[in-house]
């Protein structure tokens, strides 16, 4: 079983859909969550991140995690063409290693 | 200053060419990564440093091998590489105290093995 599972996709929505991308852990030692946004063929980029569970926002951008049940999940309100990327979530303990998941396609049709 | 700057962007090496790739970061944080990414797929780890120390080696082979001369600069040496080694190469920084951010990437090399 790997670390941080997450569906791959893709997920196509419309342009102002709201869109939820998910994950769930099963490492109990993992205290930070991280969701990075990769545009193809350059890094990634850190969106949000969040230390133990509750909710985070930045404009569009709401993630959440539920230790309880291993679950992080990012929000995209109002979504846009330009949002389309790989969505990346990654967990780390108290470590260096930040563990990711397989990443999300999101394409946000015009 | 919030980057992380990688050199070269592009790279094609023969097999039995010796190249570095660079990385260098002043946000003064002291955990280095070099990560690997094949198309499609997520970073896979393969070196940590913690304060310019080796920390993490994910079973790498040795035609890898990562130097951190300073705590702004890392590198990575390639020698004898495969074309399966072909890759974006990316490196990232975090600070490694407790801080309200997590780890930044640079925009990666793009390293081709003909």
């Known amino acids: 079983q790997k670390e941080v599972e997450q569906d791959p996709g893709p997920l196509s929505v419309p342009e102002g859909a709201i869109v939820s991308l998910n994950c769930t852990y099963s490492?109990?030692?993992?205290?930070?969550f991280m969701w990075y946004r990769q545009y193809s063929r350059k890094g990634p980029e850190l969106l949000m991140y969040t230390y133990s569970s509750g909710n985070k926002e930045d404009g569009r951008f709401t993630a959440q995690v539920d230790k309880s049940s291993k679950y992080i999940s990012l929000f995209i309100r109002d979504s846009q063409p330009s949002d389309s990327a790989t969505y990346l979530c990654a967990s780390r303990g108290n470590g260096n290693k930040l563990v990711f998941g397989a990443g999300t396609i999101l394409r946000v049709k015009s | 200053d919030t980057e992380v700057t990688q050199t070269p962007k592009h790279l094609v090496m023969g097999m039995t060419n010796k190249k570095s790739l660079k990385c260098e970061q002043h946000m003064g944080h002291r955990a280095m990564y070099w990560y690997k990414q094949k198309a499609k797929k997520p970073p896979e780890l393969m070196f940590v440093y913690s304060y310019e120390k080796l920390s993490i080696n994910e079973s790498v082979p040795s035609r890898f091998s990562p130097e951190c001369p300073n705590s702004s600069l890392l590198n990575l040496h390639l020698h004898a590489l495969q074309p399966e080694d072909s890759a974006l190469y990316l490196c990232a920084s975090r600070p490694v105290l407790r801080g309200n951010t997590e780890a930044f990437f640079g925009q990666g090399t793009r390293l081709t093995v003909v």
């Open positions: 490492n109990s030692a993992f205290q930070y």
